[in-house]
């Protein structure tokens, strides 16, 4: 079996034997998910061995008829961009399960239910990264909210079936535009020849302007809603604030990668013409979610909306970066979606502790950990420097590159965004104060610091951030041809730097 | 001289076979003890269908005009609907099992001292078995009559027995027999259009046969009133049987007063025999003029299926819920039609059966949610549901995925393909609206969900009856179905891609 799809079939074997595993053994039922976790890492890993570097192209693909009629291939393969992605989601469920290890015991299910959708989440993550057949790519991009739908509305807090509805509903309903443009895609596709589903077959289609227009906004709010891109946002906090961290890490961290993942894989490759048309207003709009999200991430009071907001703010980043269409911008954008989900596990792990310990999610009620608790506090002062894009550590580089690619091209843009550069060190570095510094709130005397448990969970995604923020190069080596050949597909090319200005 | 006419009785036997069935049954009423009669009846029910399905796949691949003289025209597409009719009747029939759907004595007064004494002695009406048989046949016929007479036969024997079971139910007998008199008068109504419409074409064409009346279209120059009008007229009577907007008002009273097993069964079937029949005469005797026809088919079909999503978020009742998405569908489905093409009618037959089995599985799942008085249909008291019975609930969120169109579901599929289709024949308004209007339903379907899955059971949360061996295969059969056809759809859709002959 291609070593691809051994990644992508793998934790449904873990679902298997969760499904033999009896439901009262709870710590057996963890460890069978986190030993799949692990394999499947181990697999993603050894893809490494099989991929070659610098070169263009989807690699490690396979590809059997699915639905012999439309054409639809069980079709997948990686580039640079599916590549990194992928390794981010094998890396951080194994964590999640680590770092969440007691979160599903309150839920309104058991123990064994909760692993089993996680790990049917894992499937549907990797293999929306590794598909290169469109109707494949739906499929999995709405099947995997089902399994989001009944992690947050079953084991998260507060009003949680509320949170979990509206995540549902947003989320299907861009879906379904995007459905409408998919099915546009694949007429246009039966006029020019054997219909066909394959992206890379799609790329070189002839679409005329308009239908470009329309198919494009299918594709792209359908992406937008996912991202989340102001003003298609709204769902998102209130899904941050309910759902279990270990939830919000995959949302906030893989999930909502989709979303841009796919306008970089659809909507520039496939549309290049009405990318460049509606380039502009999405770059507005994504300097929009950097302040926005920024002010109102100053403005929160619940610690798990605050990161929420942040993540929005960073989102406009990473879509600046996208529509700046530049290499540069690109690079880092793609850079950018590894780094945040990195920062924000990090972000919700320590902030899942902290609220574990507290039973509560007000910034308020923290405060004075720093003298308790150090090594939870300096865990989450890392984490927080990292979502500030502190030079050294990974989203430093990322928001740098960002900024850089599209000064190039719009040097307005580039500006404004710098904006949320300051902006994030204000409701940062306002958190940490609440939380760690000053007067030792009463209630928090008597908090443990971080268990052997916690620290082990934590530790690899601290050395990601420090490794990939020193030493970016393996990473962004990964991306460059990818890049490239993305930037050559949506024909734009670098503008050339006026010199002496 | 006289000839005599030919029939071929091999390929009308399905038909023949199950009227047979249901003549049976009529005896078994008169003739055997009232202890024995449910199980006979059941047994003959169910192997009278099994064994026309049977037949139907031997002669799947046969192809004949002239079946019966002209009015009946056997081929891929009309066997197809047949098969489908009668694979999703046999399922349906399965949870008609239960013993305490059906009233006791219809024709005892509801309260009234002969109904107590019914009830009393335990008994139930069996006639239900022969009436669905009858039905069924009409149902085979319909989608396979190639003449509007024989349509219009295939119609009535279709509806009558319908408009009976419909005021049979054993509880909440007024509301039974309101929905049952309200179907009959609108059923009669709108088989009045069909025959008027019908005589206006035969006027125009001189010919009851499908073929002559697109022959008689086909001519340039003709004056097309009476073709126009006959169209419209007939065209009544076939949007109130799938029950497209704005002539669905029957619907969701009807749906709610059938005993639950019926709705289900009357819900896929009738559906599946009126989109076999109403393909059949669009395309082969109207295809000519589809230019005056195809605006308005568009028109309706818009506002059925944003009208029947729309209408569905504010109900409470989970049958008039399953109702109301019902006539989604029809909206739907209709898309399959205005593309008239190949692919349209694939999608459609793909449609049909994919939403079938789904239909009948969920009406199935609403027949075991009850309390101490019988079924209960308040979708508030089904809070929590999945927490009494994760299988039950499992299975009917399974099916209301299928309907909402979510992947990995044979509605999924189904959605896709018939919207392709509608697509690529240039109808993209379609499209768009269908998609929103899909969105629209989702909000119902999940809400659905949300009761069963995150709300807590509250003290007269229901109970999920215990199901009988037949109960449990009908509700896993539909299970299996939605799921497999939704990962891999090739099974059914390939067959329904080679059985797309029409004959002309």
Redesign the interface.
Known sequence: MNLLTLTIVLPLLGVLGLVAAPKENTHLIKLIALGSSLVTLVSSLLMLTKYKFGVQGFQLVSSHS?????NINYAVGIDGLALVLILLTTVLVPIVVVGGWNEAENG?WSVKTFYMLILVLETFMVGVFAATDVFLF???F??ML?PVY?LI??YGRGD??AA??KF??YS??GG??M??AV??L??VS?HQGPGSFDVTALSHLKISHNTQDWLFLGFFIAFAIKAPLFPFHTWLPGAAKSATPGTSILVLGVLDKVGTYGMIRFCLTLFPEATKTFAPYIIALSLISIIYGAFLAIGQRDLNSLIAFTSISHFGFIVLGIFAMTSQGLTGATLYMVNHGFSTAALFLVGGWMIERRKSTQVEDFGGLQRITPVMAWSFFIAGMSALALPGLSSFVSEFLVLIGTFTRYPAAAIIGTLGIVLAALYILILVQRTLHGPLQPGNEDTPDLNWREKFALAPVIVALVLLGFYPKPAIHVIDPATSQIMAAAQVTDPTPLAGK | MLTTPSLDYNLLAPILIVLGGALLGVFVEGFVGRAYRARIQIIIALVTTATAFCWVISIHNLVSQTAAVDSVSIDGGGLFMQGAILALAFVALLFFTQDDHFAPQASALPGSQEEAAAVLAGVQMTEIYPLVLFAISGMLLFPVAHDLITLFVALEVLSIPLYIITGLARRRRLLSQEAALKYFLLGAYSSAFFLFGGALLYGFSGSLSLAMIRNAAAVPGANHIFLLLGIVLMSVGLLFKVGAVPFHSWTPDVYQGAPTAVTGFMAACTKVAAFGAMFRIFIVGFAAVQNDWRPVFVAISIVTMAGGAIAAISQRDVKRTLAYSSITHAGFLMAGIIALSKAGL?SMMFYLVAYGFATIGAFGIVTLVRDSTGEVNDLNRWAGLAKKSPGVATAFALFL?SF?G???TAG??AK??I??AA??SGN?AI??V???S??IA??FY??VI?IM???EPTDDTVTVAIPSFLVTTGITICFVITLVLGV???LL??LA?TMTTLVP
């Not at chain 1, 699915?66 to 439309?70: A, H, I, R, T």
């Open positions: 699915w639905f012999k009629v439309f309104r739906y499929v999995i709405e099947a089902v009944f509305g079953g949680r079936a979990a509805l549902l509903l299907l309903f379904l535009l459905l409408a099915i546009g694949f007429v039966i | 694939t995925l909402g979510i992947p990995l999924f599929i896709f393909s919207f392709t697509y690529a993209i499209v768009v269908g998609v929103l899909s969105a989702l909000f999940l809400r949300l899955f995150f709300k891999y759809p090739n859709f390939n891609n």
